[in-house]
């Protein structure tokens, strides 16, 4: 699968943004707001707060802070799952990957 970015997070994470997973996070039925957003899910990814799903513990929701956000939303969350893939010749490997991500309000 092409991927558009790989970025490291702030626990030293690789973690990557395929074409297909963007095309997905900005179609019309998802998120398209998020479409002029590219580097905003990147820096979430490099410098944001992580936090562990708490129904799947192979998932992780990234969140940051940025001040000119539409309606009213104050975060980024960019969701990444971590997984073991096996490749052909019976390698196994790390893979963390962007499933997804979204504008939320937070309260302070």
């Not at 192979?58 to 001040?67: A, D, I």
């Amino acid at each position: 699968m092409p991927k558009l970015w790989t970025q490291r997070d702030r626990f030293g994470n690789e973690i990557y943004l395929s074409d297909e997973r963007w095309a997905h996070i900005i179609a019309p039925d998802n998120h398209p707001e998020l479409e002029g957003c590219f580097d905003y899910v990147r820096q979430t990814i490099h410098l944001g707060h992580r936090r562990q799903d708490q129904y799947d513990p192979n998932s992780y929701q990234y969140y940051r802070t940025f001040p000119d956000l539409p309606d009213y939303n104050t975060h980024i969350v960019v969701c990444v799952r971590f997984r073991l893939a096996a490749e052909p010749d019976g390698t196994v490997r790390d893979e963390k990957f962007v499933t997804t991500a979204y504008f939320q309000f937070f309260r302070r």
